[in-house]
């Protein structure tokens, strides 16, 4: 335990060094390219989100220039009409996640039939329904002596599943 904790801090602290090397070191970015009204294109803004590219937001003026070149407000955020709004839409894309395609039901049952505990407790299902029928038939055919279970009634259920 003391030696994954020791582990994970030193590589915080290495990762805190690496980033501190790379803005020392001066990594250049490409200069934003222009997209429509804009001063910074989608790619370069998801490439920075992606790859949480610190250097470049510092490159393009931190949070407020990059709010400039993407003409918004970091105060009060986009201002505009139903114009600026469609051009953004077509500039940057929308705000929305793609949607998943849903499983299926039987794509489902598929999926948990896979699971180990589950076939356990099937196996064990039908091994407990096999012998309990078998029991009934041998009880009910006289060929099992009944008096030998009904001594104590939850042992006839445990002789069904211990035969």
Same mark, same amino acid.
């Given at each position: 335990?003391?030696?994954?904790?020791?582990?994970?801090?030193?590589?915080?602290?290495?990762?805190?060094?690496?980033?501190?090397?790379?803005?020392?070191?001066? &990594?250049?970015?490409?200069? *934003?390219? *222009? #997209?429509?009204?804009?001063?910074?294109?989608?790619?370069?803004?998801?490439?920075?989100?992606?790859?949480?590219?610190?250097?470049? @937001?510092?490159?393009?003026?931190?949070?407020?220039? @990059?709010?400039?070149?993407?003409?918004?407000?970091?105060?009060?955020?986009?201002?505009?009409?139903? #114009?600026?709004?469609?051009?953004?839409?077509?500039?940057? $894309?929308?705000? &929305?996640? *793609?949607?998943?395609? $849903?499983?299926?039901?039987?794509?489902?049952?598929?999926?948990?039939?896979?699971?180990? &505990? @589950?076939?356990?407790?099937?196996?064990?299902?039908?091994?407990?329904?096999?012998? $309990?029928?078998?029991?009934?038939?041998? @009880?009910?055919?006289?060929?099992?002596?009944?008096?030998?279970? #009904?001594?104590? *009634?939850?042992?006839?259920?445990?002789?069904?599943?211990?035969?």
């Amino acid at each position: 335990m003391i030696r994954a904790h020791a582990q994970v801090i030193r590589a915080a602290l290495l990762f805190k060094l690496a980033g501190q090397r790379a803005i020392v070191l001066g &990594t250049t970015v490409a200069p *934003p390219s *222009p #997209n429509g009204d804009y001063e910074i294109g989608l790619e370069q803004l998801a490439s920075m989100n992606r790859d949480h590219n610190i250097t470049a @937001l510092q490159q393009y003026g931190g949070v407020k220039g @990059l709010a400039e070149m993407i003409k918004t407000d970091v105060e009060t955020g986009i201002y505009g009409d139903e #114009n600026e709004l469609s051009r953004r839409k077509n500039a940057f $894309g929308s705000n &929305t996640y *793609p949607v998943k395609k $849903g499983r299926s039901f039987l794509r489902f049952l598929w999926e948990a039939w896979q699971d180990l &505990t @589950l076939i356990i407790l099937i196996i064990a299902a039908v091994a407990s329904l096999t012998l $309990g029928i078998k029991i009934e038939n041998l @009880l009910c055919c006289n060929l099992l002596d009944r008096s030998r279970f #009904n001594f104590v *009634p939850c042992l006839d259920r445990f002789a069904e599943v211990a035969l």
